[in-house]
């Protein structure tokens, strides 16, 4: 059985089902580690106080958007260029978990910014950036939302993840020369903090939490689309406990 | 067919489409009065004192340059896509790329260079310095085409799709950031006292990147509509 073997929607199902459980203990551990860690193990900050602890949910999920953006385009060209249909539905399940870190990044940074810099948002290289960010991925799901034929969805959208993926450092790059243009930063987000082991170990433990968050969903996700494409197939009408 | 036919067929299409436009001057004329009239409304909205104008002027040229591109866009493709054209060039010997570099070429020179002759009227107003102006002018010649270049993807990306317009600026607004940053930045360092050579320069490596890639991402958004 080559690995081949489960490049097929249908033979990739089951799989799917039997990693979801163990993804999803793997973020429930690692996330109450995290957080645990995270508001008993790790000191206050000395300049930021208790407030500085929002960046056990604020980085982990900056790093999760821009890193599955890239899976996404990832799978998204595979799919274009190998016509798999199952590498094209990764794609789509992939999306709205990036799609809700960044969004979730940007929120929980506009509830850090407001105690520490005194306001909600700033027009900082890296703020501007996510939310360009979280256009794309809405454009994504958008276009793909908008084709009537799966196939061409896939398709469609899998060449705008791909033109995407082109243009998020020339946007990064434009917006940071932009900001540095226009003003001297008046909050630098990029100065290192000399991080102590403990707030490192929680914000490494939250990161590993929502990767397999990551897993768990879009893998449940992909199972849903499976599902709804296949439902007219044999393999699909046999599987019990599903509902039609 | 070989190289030597690519050129003839390039300029049938932009002649075509040239011609097209000339036939229905309403459509090229709305986009301009679009751009003149979004620009007109700004010093309304944020009142009328002449220092805080020129401050705000390359951004809200720029942007209105940029939304009256955007608004020509579903017309590049849509109607060649509704009577059969698009099959029939798809089917042509020549690349399909080479259609999507014509049309492109044909939709700038009839919305993008435009605006740039435009704009120098609407920088007065605002009360932009004649070396201003001219940076202006520049780095709407060098931005606009890239709007052109990116938009044609998206809106070939988005032919017979539902609600295609609103979904089109959803998808190519984002990738007009850097194109908007430096295109307004190069008038802003200048109005600063600054060399714009530094923004007008990325500003042409991004007009080199997306001619060298879009026509060919487009071309491939072209297929995916027809299938």
Not at chain 1, 159 to 186: E, K, R
Not at chain 1, 209 to 229: D, K, Q
Not at chain 2, 57 to 72: D, I, K
Request: hydrophobic share 60%; proline share 6%.
């Amino acid at each position: 059985m080559s690995l081949y073997h489960y490049a097929s929607p249908q033979h990739f199902y089951p799989l799917a089902g039997r990693m979801v459980p163990w993804f999803a203990w793997l973020a429930a551990v690692s996330a109450a580690l995290g957080l645990w860690i995270g508001f008993f193990v790790a000191p206050t900050d000395a300049q930021q106080g208790e407030a500085y602890r929002i960046i056990f949910v604020h980085v982990p999920a900056s790093w999760l958007s821009m890193f599955l953006y890239l899976v996404m385009a990832g799978w998204a060209g595979l799919g274009l260029v190998l016509n798999t249909r199952l590498s094209s539905m990764m794609a789509q399940a992939l999306a709205p978990t990036g799609a809700l870190f960044a969004f979730l990044s940007l929120w929980s940074g506009a509830l850090w910014g407001r105690p520490t810099w005194g306001t909600y948002w700033v027009w900082d290289a890296r703020l501007t950036s996510e939310l360009v960010l979280f256009f794309l991925y809405l454009g994504y799901m958008a276009l793909n939302a908008a084709i009537e034929d799966p196939r061409r969805a896939d398709k469609a959208s899998g060449l705008l993840a791909l033109v995407g993926v082109v243009n998020v450092p020339i946007i990064y790059f434009s917006v940071q020369w932009w900001n540095t243009l226009h003003q001297g930063a008046s909050v630098s987000l990029t100065r290192a903090p000399s991080m102590a082991a403990a707030m490192l170990a929680g914000m490494l433990a939250m990161a590993f939490a929502f990767w397999m968050y990551s897993f768990a969903v879009s893998l449940a996700r992909v199972r849903a689309i499976i599902l709804e494409r296949e439902a007219h197939l044999d393999w699909a009408r046999d599987l019990r406990g599903v509902k039609r | 067919m070989n190289g030597a036919a690519w050129t003839p067929a390039l300029a049938a299409v932009v002649r075509r489409d040239l011609l097209l436009a000339a036939r229905r001057k309403s459509d090229a004329l709305v986009t301009l009065g679009f751009f003149v009239i979004v620009a007109s409304l700004f010093p309304l909205g944020i009142g009328p004192e002449p220092e805080l104008l020129k401050r705000v002027a390359p951004g809200v040229l720029w942007v209105a340059a940029l939304l009256a591109t955007l608004l020509a866009l579903p017309r590049l493709f849509a109607a060649d896509h509704e009577d059969g054209t698009l099959e029939q060039a798809a089917l042509a010997p020549v690349p399909l790329t080479l259609l999507a570099i014509g049309k492109v070429l044909a939709h700038w020179l009839v919305t993008g260079l435009p605006l740039a002759v435009v704009a120098p009227l609407l920088a007065l107003q605002y009360g932009l310095p004649a070396d201003a102006i001219g940076v202006l002018v520049v780095s709407l010649l060098l931005g606009t085409p890239v709007l052109s270049l990116i938009g044609a993807i998206g809106a070939a990306l988005t032919l017979g799709t539902r609600g295609g317009a609103v979904l089109l600026a959803l998808l190519v607004l984002p990738l007009y950031v850097p194109a908007l940053v430096f295109g307004a930045g190069a008038v802003d360092a200048r109005l600063a006292g600054l060399s714009p050579a530094a923004n007008l320069s990325l500003l042409g490596a991004c007009l080199a990147l997306a001619a060298a890639a879009a026509p060919w991402a487009c071309a491939a958004a072209i297929r995916i509509a027809l299938e």
